[in-house]
Each structure stands twice: as structure tokens, then as C-alpha cells.
């Protein structure tokens, strides 16, 4: 039983049974019409004045809602915490690709002097096996 003028529970009990796809236009307005107006009453009226199934039906009612509620900002905390994470690893992927060039730049740097020596030296032990060397650089 319920308070004038409030949803009786074994309404909102059917009406929570009934899949949305079997409910007409006008049947999921009436319902998001008289849940809003529920809902207000159960915020205003006072405790003291409503009956003892009226108070658990508002006390169910408003821990489904606060449950809704805690479901709502756990799921954006989840996605908040994907997006930071996701943000994270590109930061990561950005900062060793930056290190991957620069240490092949520098191999490469470090190769083309390793081989600029090796010319060198291979040209200098061909001019002194040719008898080209220089005496006077000592």
C-alpha cells in the first residue's frame, strides 16, 4: 500500500518486470512521468509522515537510485583511468621512439667516422706499401 498521491510498490514492481521493448510510447511516458514526480515526493515528504511501506519502498527506491549513481561515476572513474593510462603508454611510445632515432643517429654518426678512419688508415697503409709514405710527418 502506498501514500495518496504515490506510486503504489507492486506498480513499480511490474513496471521493472516488463521488458522496454514491450512497453508502448505512452507506457514508458507515463512511467518517466510518474517515476519523476515519485521520486520528488519521496525527496520532500518527511519521513515521520509516511507509511511503514511507503518508507521502505522510498528506502529501496533511493538506494537503487544512489546505486545508479556510484555505477555512473565508477564507470566514467574506469573510463577516466583508460584515457590516462592509454595517454600514458603514447607518451611512453613517443618518448622511446625519440631515443630509438636519436641512438640510430648516433650509430649511424658513429659508422660513417668508424669508416671514414678505416678509409684512412687502409689509404695510408697503401701509400706506405707503395712507398709513398712521408717521412717528415713525425
Known sequence: MSDIGRKNLS?????????????????????TVTDTYDRVARDIQPEE????????G???SGKKDDAE?????????????ARSAEESFAN????AEQHRASFVDSAKEY?????????????????Y??????????
Open 92 to 95: 611512453k611510445r613517443d618518448e
Open 111 to 127: 659508422a660513417a667516422s668508424a669508416q671514414k678512419s678505416a678509409s684512412e688508415a687502409l689509404h695510408n697503409a697503401s701509400d
Open 69 to 81: 549513481q556510484h555505477k555512473a561515476s565508477f564507470a566514467d572513474s574506469a573510463r577516466e583511468y
Open 11 to 31: 506498480d513499480k514492481v511490474s513496471e521493472a518486470a516488463t521488458p522496454e521493448s514491450q512497453k508502448s510510447y505512452a507506457q514508458k511516458a507515463k512511467e
Open 58 to 60: 522510498d528506502t529501496l
Open 49 to 56: 509522515s509516511k507509511s511503514t511501506s511507503q518508507s521502505v
Open 129 to 138: 706499401l707503395a712507398g709513398k709514405h712521408d717521412d717528415t710527418k713525425k
